[in-house]
């Protein structure tokens, strides 16, 4: 399967292998559409909030790739994780760490070594588990979008899916979702 044609727009967009992280959803959602209504998107499958685990990813998604991703999904079981510690990146990126993150690391390491032609944030940047909030600029710091957040840590959870995202401005969706551990399967539909 073809990921979208993406024309001529400005940023052609990318894949993302992601954990879809439900109830910060809204948050995320909310925060996306402040800064950009074009990364809202339209699939009420898709979900924005999210622990990456390898992205940028594939243009094209075919049997053999989708069958790959199944096994990695297959080796990590479901497990729970816990949200609370909000810190900033040295790039500005606010985020949530996950606790455990090793599970989420353990996903990723899978990942890299079955698709070694996609490295983590393509090379730019050593893979670490988190979930993006904000960007430290003008009146956004760690300190406000703490305050932001106010009510909502922490946020217990349970990864259980591994969700193959598009993300392009007007364009993002889901494209493939598998379950963690070894009844891993598609459940896109």
């Given at each position: 399967m073809s990921l979208p044609d993406t024309g001529a727009s400005a940023w052609r967009g990318h894949s993302v292998l992601q954990v879809p992280v439900p109830p910060l959803e809204g948050w995320v959602r909310d925060r996306t559409a402040a800064y950009d209504p074009g990364f809202v998107s339209a699939d009420p499958r898709f979900v924005h909030a999210h622990v990456t685990a390898l992205g940028p990813f594939v243009d094209v998604l075919d049997d053999d790739v989708a069958s790959r991703v199944a096994a990695v999904a297959a080796q990590v079981e479901p497990f729970p994780y816990r949200l609370a510690r909000v810190a900033t990146f040295p790039n500005g990126i606010v985020h949530l760490a996950?606790?455990?993150?090793?599970?989420?690391?353990?996903?990723?390491?899978?990942?890299?070594?079955?698709?070694?032609?996609?490295?983590?944030?393509?090379?730019?940047?050593a893979p670490e588990p988190h979930l993006t909030l904000d960007l430290v600029h003008g009146d956004v710091t760690e300190e406000s979008t703490r305050a932001r957040l106010d009510g909502l840590l922490p946020v217990e959870a349970r990864a259980d899916a591994l969700d193959l995202a598009w993300w392009e401005s007007g364009r993002c969706r889901l494209v493939r979702r598998w379950l963690l551990g070894r009844g891993a399967r598609d459940v896109t539909s």
């Open positions: 996950p606790e455990p993150a090793g599970p989420f690391a353990l996903l990723t390491a899978l990942l890299v070594a079955e698709f070694p032609d996609h490295p983590p944030y393509a090379g730019e940047f």
